[in-house]
């Protein structure tokens, strides 16, 4: 039943009906979105619920960096809101209303804008975009519900665990890229030990192989691939931006990062072709046990039906058949069909039908 | 028998009989052209039914930007007319009235010459090619038929919905590519939902699978990825090319419709994949199935073909068959093929046969 | 048959037999070659049939172009006279007189090279080598045998049409180009009929299906590739040669003409995608009328084979056989055998095998 | 069993829990780490086993080649010394900690670090992660375990073989890493000849063939490609890399070790198309021998069945059935069964069902 | 037999056991290896056969081109003399002696190296590894045994044919090289040639089809692909290479060369292509024919079986059967068989399974 919502809740969708202006929003009011804000500098940090996003501008002169973490893309006027007061171009906002972008970076002059997508599997694969945009002191994110894998780093941030406190808002918007991706892990891992599972299976016993557990595990690969490449590019072009400004000590953090997605992707890539060696390699098996069955009833049909017929010949009701009144008919007939089978049973043999 | 149509609907065609001189047109008169234009500046829009194309010329002074759109590209004196007005070189004069064209960009120096194609779905797959000539104030589109996507963008100008009629005439040329491009998004999202439901027949009841429609979505893909992948070199040659007259503001939003073009052959691309895969899955499931009905034959046959013979052996009717006088035989007999039974059952068992 | 000489005739063959000095040509004489030569200005055309190569060279001053068509490459001593006369690198010559070249250009200091290869398909597919030569003035062409898809193109220059006797000799050779290229259209525009019928035999009627078919058109899909593949590069080094004598004007149309070229390769990708797709869903079809075919004859085997040896127990001749005296005896194995066909008529029924 | 433990053993992991700080290592103690070190100059070798990282650094001094051998990456405390010590980025810390790196090659601006992964074959498919840093004369190389492929080239250092006593410490890099690398063609010429022995088998008694060897080979070259490939990379980009402290001589060895891996990688490819071809071979001998089977099968049911119907016709008990008196009736019947089995075993002739 | 040799026969090979000095030779003696020299200019031509190197050292003066060849590898002592004499880095030795080089160019300051591979083919696939040295007026081949296929090439210089008399050493390299990628082209003949009559046994007459010498051709295509592709590389390499000493008109030499490798090569991936479509038509028409078979079993046994059970049932001894004692029992029972007959066959013929 969940499996069936599998293509459907990934579709794509058109930004809005096809045909209406570019960078408008939908007119639906929709849910009004929470706002959370994280405000730290070297020796202090906070933790805020503003109640309007002017409170938080007013927050740029006391902090090094305010992470402000808005919940729910369907607040119009919010949208809207938000775009006065940090310059956002119409087509940014857009694409934070519309959830179901590829992830891509794009650098405005006064801002740059990342969406990236996170991924969880309980059950069944499911993933949420986050819009991030970068301006100045300020990383802002955008989720559609709440509930998030971010917890981690706002700890961090809080305690004052490792560098972070220590250094600009490009840092968080790396930490934060970086957080999101390193949930991937654990779920192509568990994959991972899934095929390991069905492999295992396959080989050994031949009895439960599920298929389309292999089907079903190719079908997510072949979504959390399309989710993790453009990330590579995102962080490819980030990398390679030369307006860019973001700072090398970061930039060395970032390189981390780009690594990390290329040995993710190429672990999706090579549990694909896991999966296509599994279903090869169980289509032959299954050819093999169907060869197997077939020889089987070969065998037995080839000896019993002839046997059968020479039966079934003195079993006729003719007045007139002159073996049935010789004295050792019957065991002639017997020894007949004894050199029947002995001579089919050879044949079989000579054409290694017996050898498994 | 719409299926029938398929390819044949699609087939590319040489552009004149083989041999013509290149940029000459079909000499047949063909049906004649219909005009509409809708022409408008900031603060005013009217759509208008010119009789010539002299006419439209002359709006020229009275409007920022004239959008001419002509129906109908067989009425070969009206484009030898509009090639003598503006200035169009034969070879993009061909290109409009020979349909079968790729997406393209040709950039010439007075004007620049864009193809691209218009799809919709019922039923079947079908396309119409649009040209889009800019040059100056003018934008001209050449359709095949009446009825297109277009609608929205017009209501748009006409009530002067966003941005549209504030901006230059290339604003008006992105928001035709990109009014076609959307289109396309549904009728991606309707194949995801279809493969989505194959995708559970198969796998929940294994019942009413149609291979058929797979094998036709994938069909329509092929046919979707190669009307949208030139679409994507298209607007990428655009917004390389140095000459280029597009204002910045406008490669903004053209940048934005090049996102739509890749997420889109992505999609095509997955989908692609995704039928691949439901044909490979119901090869497996298929041979899975003609494996368990050898089983049930085999075993059927293999208990019954073997006692059959044993019956046989004592309905012949030799005069001097001992075992038929003995008191006990009869029960001897069953008690044998019991036995035959019994150990059939305990060797297919052994075999794994019952597992499943 | 002709079938036979499928892979045979278009083989790729040794230059001369390896490790001959390159640059010489066969010795063999060789059947003569014949000459034809259509020469042109902007106001006059005339066909002529000289008799010797020099007699050719002296209609330099009197024409603006001059198309020397010769027939025949065998013709060593013609060759080597016309490697004398025109300064041609004996590589070239070697590459004439060797028909199995790629699609190429080779830009000499005093002249152009071209491969190409024209293309028909009677029955099976068939083509020759066209190797076109441009000095100055002068156009020379060498087919393998008489009889080529050029002539409209000649009625095309004697007769004036279009522009071509207003430009000069570089604007003849995009002509020719265009021409060969122009006649795979129809070609591949068969194949997609066949295709499209295949198609549709496959779907609809299930019934004449020609996987032979599909197979040779597949051949000849992957011959055509290679064919066409290299005249894409061919053109593209062209228009990317900088020290190339050839106008602007002119690669406008070479331009169009490489347009028309990719257009061509992109549709034999296609069709060999939709032979791989007929072929992969032919063997789907095909397996499952196999699980069908193999359900039928379970159903019957699993219901008559054991109601046969009911009836064969009871035509046992032992003497002492209860059953076989009670009165109802015979009616009672009626029962039981109506017992067993229902009984297994309700199990196939929910293992769901009369589900079609 | 030990198959079980494939892809688990080599799954990728997170760097650690998700969410923590980049550049912090695990706080868990550790097994502590063990050194050994090989310092030498042209006339001196000497091997040491030096209690602690800062004892190491004052070789530095005495010798023109410190090459320090750390095994045991878990000792975090060591860890942190060794970083403090040498000026170590936390980020290199952890990924030597980290042992599930691809091989890479990070550039910093006092040391460079390299990763590498050295394979063995015993059984089944194992390798370690090789982290090795090169800052100055110093050589640091960091591994899981004890036991390693490094022994001959200790004791090439020891005895003086070869150049690389004459050379300094960007030889003894370019050793290390071509001694891993050279270690993995046994491997793939292992696998070569498990090849050649399962092709060898297929084709001529068609007997033995372990198609589980097949597929367990194919994923063992999955997983050889995936550990080689980055190594490609990772010499290339130190080769390329303009800041590089390698001298000009020690790359023309670098370059020598970076044609092995393309060979490697090279080989590694072509076997996995062994197996396919093997696998797909192998797929299509079963279906020919399931056709074989049914052939049988089909012709002796269809000949005996028929048979066995008109024995058991004659076989009833009707009191009126005139061809039971008939004096030469059996004889018919005999003359009739002949007849049929001849037209069947004509009309199967015919069908080609005895040619094989 | 002769197959079992295959991969073994091509394993890669480590350079030496793993560990070893770069550049170090492996010290058994092997056997002395053969020189014979060529040395020409444009009047003179001689054929040598010299004791030591030296001697060949001191042609330097006397002649424009001396090809020194030597015949066996493994003479160590010979190949350091050689390195001495010519100044040849012990990594080119190195490469020399151990024959599982891909085809390469190395070029070092005072010399060009090269490695090339003769290939053969007398029932199965051979080759050679050929080395070349450019040192000034030498150039150096090195073979692994006696015989090859350079004779032709020998003629040409000691005859004077062609222009190679009048040419430095560089164009004698062009000729060497030219000649060993010659004579591939007959063994990619010959392989298309076997494909093309496979291809015409399998579609006419289904009978002799040898899917084992596709597997083969395979096989070897992959073996030929493997050693042509590095050749292309290595020519593409050596017409870049800025600092070569080839002179302008050589260079005009090699990339006709180069295209024949481009063509080599293609032709090769038709080929492996062409091997791929036969197995897949073959799997098809196996499949088909394996459905033919099973319906003829299906339909003699759906036909005979219910007869054969009818049959049985009037075959019972059971005393009170009222039907046996019916006048016209007998011939209601034969006209009831001919009513399941007729049925049969129709409800078949319904279900297309007489159409083929």
Chains 1, 2, 3, 4, 5 share one sequence.
Request: charged share 25%; hydrophobic share 40%; net charge neutral.
């Amino acid at each position: 039943m969940s499996r069936r919502k599998r293509f459907k809740s990934n579709k794509i969708k058109p930004r809005h009906e096809p045909g209406r202006p570019p960078g408008s929003l939908d007119s639906g009011e929709g849910t009004p979105s929470q706002f959370s804000v994280i405000a730290y500098g070297e020796h202090e940090a906070k933790k805020l619920t503003p109640q309007s996003l002017s409170e938080v501008k007013k927050l740029e002169s006391q902090y090094e960096v305010i992470w402000l973490d808005i919940i729910g893309v369907e607040d119009v006027r919010m949208l809207e809101e938000f775009g006065r007061l940090f310059g956002i171009h119409p087509l940014s906002l857009e694409d934070v209303s519309n959830v179901h972008q590829r992830a891509k970076f794009d650098n405005y002059e006064t801002y740059s804008y990342f969406v990236t997508r996170m991924a969880s599997r309980n059950n069944h694969l499911q993933s949420e975009q986050l819009s991030i945009f970068h301006q100045g002191k300020f990383i802002i994110t955008f989720q559609e519900v709440a509930g998030d894998c971010l917890a981690p780093l706002r700890k961090r941030i809080l305690a004052g665990q490792g560098y972070i406190r220590k250094r600009p808002a490009d840092y968080l918007l790396y930490a934060l890229v970086d957080t999101v991706l390193d949930h991937y892990f654990p779920i192509v891992d568990q994959i991972g030990e899934q095929l390991d599972e069905l492999d295992g299976n396959l080989i050994e016993s031949n009895r439960s192989f599920d298929l389309a557990q292999v089907h079903q595990i190719r079908s997510e690969l072949l979504e959390l691939g399309r989710w993790i490449r453009p990330n590579r590019e995102m962080i490819n072009q980030l990398l390679r931006d030369e307006t860019s400004t973001m700072s090398k000590e970061t930039q060395v953090f970032m390189r981390d990062c780009y690594d990390h997605v290329v040995r993710l992707y190429e672990s999706i890539e090579t549990y694909r072709e896991v999966c296509s060696d599994l279903r090869a390699y169980h289509l032959s098996v299954v050819s093999n046990r169907t060869n197997d069955v077939m020889k089987t009833l070969t065998i037995v049909s080839s000896i019993f039906i002839p046997l059968g017929f020479v039966a079934g010949l003195y079993g006729m009701n003719f007045q007139h058949m002159p073996e049935l009144q010789w004295k050792y008919g019957y065991f002639f007939v017997l020894a007949l069909m004894i050199a029947i089978v002995s001579g089919l049973l050879f044949w079989f043999k000579r054409k290694g039908w017996f050898d498994d």
